[in-house]
């Protein structure tokens, strides 16, 4: 069995001192939300609270102190009975120390009692304003007894233009987070493994069986039942199985129509394991009775993809890995009579964004689009070993688009591939070319 350990979930926090020297850390997980009546959703923890904590548990506040050591504090929900029996259990106060490492924790209805007196002892609080309500109305509060202090109170304000408003600092922590999260660490790409060797069992099922009998919702079906049977709880984001046109909609999700033998099916769906995400695209053909331009415009989109993995190394950027894809596409839309521009005037006007409209690539983690920043101080992130990104490039022939008589047989036709690479010391390992495609 793999998971992440106690002791990563405790290096990560205290990796976190690299960016944050004497402060307080507030990082509030997420709630869970009624769906209907007495019915919730299904509970999903915040990425950047499971990736410090491991905790699974909704309505729970972490808090990381950094000085005089690293201290770690947990507000939870406590262990109750009744919610056991209808529920389920709860780790509650004892076991956020015992099993979560917390060096000390508290139920989440005192947070307005201990958590004002905790902070005050720091002058830098890290914390992304509105990321919850109470720890919002807390912060204000503590802010503005602070800046009183300088400016004085009703009966005696300090009238003086060079005040200084107090030294508390409320600083956003989520990108150092995200900085964290960028490089993968062994376990987490073994995570990420599973999800996709998981992902592979649904798509190769699919490619051995799909004919023109199938429904975009009978392929969904089957390929989710897969990553079910597999060990995949959940979807790392909603399935989208779309036959023909309904691939030019990106992010088409309705999955209720018949295929028709003459188009290709797109599926770009990922199982998620353990909390790491897989997100794979195949775009097959529902039949041999497909038209040659389309297979045509397929083979552009997959030279494109091909190459555009084979540029991958450390010491690149993602941008170059989408400039590899495009000049690949902007070459064969040129061969097919959509583009007769020169490249210049195609690149400085942006003339292939009419079927090529999405980046190339993007992180992939805990969440389908990671968090961590594709630019820090505004230059471009180099890749190194470690990072997880998907190669996905497309062309989409929209009946939006304007046609010339001699390409009427692509219309209606979206075709994307989309693998996801991990960057290795020495180039790349295509995680998901067990795939077919
Ligand atoms: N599945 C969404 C994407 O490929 O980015
Ligand atoms: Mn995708
Ligand atoms: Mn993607």
Known sequence: MINISQNEFSKRRNQLSKYIDNGILILPGNKSFVRNHDVNYDFRQ??????????????????????????????????????????????????????????????????????PEIMSEYDDIYYRIGSDDIVDEIITSFYSTQLRQVTGKRGNYNINSNLNHGSVSIIDPIPFISNLRMIKSENEIKLIDEAINITSKGFNHIHSILDTSMTEYDVQVEIEYLFRKNGSRYNAYPSIVAGGKNACVLHYIDNNQNLNKADFLLIDAGAEFEYYASDITRTYKVSKDIHSLK??????????????????????????IHKTALDILIDGLKDLKFLD??????????LYSEYYMHGTSHWLGLDVHDSSPYTINKADVILEPGMIFTVEPGLYFSSRSSFTTHNKNLEGTGIRIEDNILVTKDGYRNMSDQIKY
Request: glycine share 4%.
């Open 295 to 320: 297979l045509e415009a397929y083979n552009i989109v997959l030279d494109a993809q091909q190459n555009a993995i084979k540029s991958v190394r450390p010491g690149k950027t993602l941008k170059d």
């Open 341 to 350: 521009a020169s490249y210049q005037d195609i690149i400085e006007n942006n």
């Open 46 to 115: 915040n990425s950047d609270f499971w990736y410090l904590s491991g905790f699974n548990e909704p309505n729970s506040i972490l808090i990381i102190l950094f000085k005089p050591e690293i201290e770690y504090i947990m507000f939870v929900e406590p262990y109750d009975v009744h919610h056991h029996i209808w529920e389920g259990y709860r780790a509650g106060i004892e076991g956020a120390k015992n099993t979560f490492k917390a060096n000390k924790s508290y139920p989440i209805s005192e947070i307005q009692n201990i958590l």
